[in-house]
T-cell receptor
Framework: AQSVSQHNHHVILSEAASLELGCNYSYGGTVNLFWYVQYPGQHLQLLLKYFSGDPLVKGIKGFEAEFIKSKFSFNLRKPSVQWSDTAEYFCAVNAQAAGNKLTFGGGTRVLVKP | DAGVTQSPTHLIKTRGQHVTLRCSPISGHKSVSWYQQVLGQGPQFIFQYYEKEERGRGNFPDRFSARQFPNYSSELNVNALLLGDSALYLC?????????????FGPGTRLTVT
């Protein structure tokens, strides 16, 4: 069964600091990868996604993620965070052999201090 | 445009009872997925429906069932409620079938089982 691990449960940063959130998945076949974000009081929304091609994916609000197949990883990065990036971030994986099932990681709560 | 809507917002039930949760997708979206999010964890996939047919099922007992109506709205039913069913139930819609398309999440229904 596919599984997704997010290494950090809570991250606290100051504004302008760089952010990197780890995500590892267990499935060895072809995968589709996602990062979703939930801002306080808002719904889950898509930040970025990777299906194929360039392993460096750019998303909204200056976020990017790099797919490293050999490490089964899809880490999320932002060079300089803002207070408005305070949110919970979820990595999600769809293994193509698993059909329509989307598996989420446990989430990482990020607090950006002004 | 209206987003995904879910009703009710909150619900309190007693062990052994039955519950029905409702979801209206974004206009034009034909696929609806249901997720369970237990406090402190990421969403867990329960079902995906497309064109009124079940297209994916997660690892949930048969007490969980769902259906999709001709207008693409959906219901999630849970029978014989257990304390462990207490969670936020999320509905997500997407234009087409499959986990590869961006899913648009609703605000969720908070179910408490006492």
């Amino acid at each position: 069964a596919q599984s997704v691990s997010q290494h950090n449960h809570h991250v606290i940063l100051s504004e302008a600091a760089s952010l990197e959130l780890g995500c590892n998945y267990s499935y060895g076949g072809t995968v589709n990868l996602f990062w979703y974000v939930q801002y306080p009081g808002q719904h889950l929304q898509l930040l970025l996604k990777y299906f194929s091609g360039d392993p460096l994916v750019k998303g909204i609000k200056g976020f990017e993620a790099e797919f490293i197949k050999s490490k089964f990883s899809f880490n999320l990065r932002k060079p300089s965070v803002q207070w408005s990036d305070t949110a919970e971030y979820f990595c999600a994986v769809n293994a193509q052999a698993a059909g329509n099932k989307l598996t989420f990681g446990g989430g990482t709560r990020v607090l950006v201090k002004p | 445009d209206a987003g995904v809507t879910q009703s009710p917002t909150h619900l309190i039930k007693t062990r052994g009872q039955h519950v029905t949760l409702r979801c209206s997708p974004i206009s034009g979206h034909k696929s609806v997925s249901w997720y369970q999010q237990v406090l402190g964890q990421g969403p867990q996939f329960i079902f995906q429906y497309y064109e009124k047919e079940e297209r994916g099922r997660g690892n949930f007992p048969d007490r969980f069932s769902a259906r999709q109506f001709p207008n693409y709205s959906s219901e999630l039913n849970v029978n014989a409620l257990l304390l462990g069913d207490s969670a936020l139930y999320l509905c997500a819609s997407s234009p087409r079938e499959g986990a590869t398309y961006e899913q648009y999440f609703g605000p969720g229904t908070r179910l408490t089982v006492t």
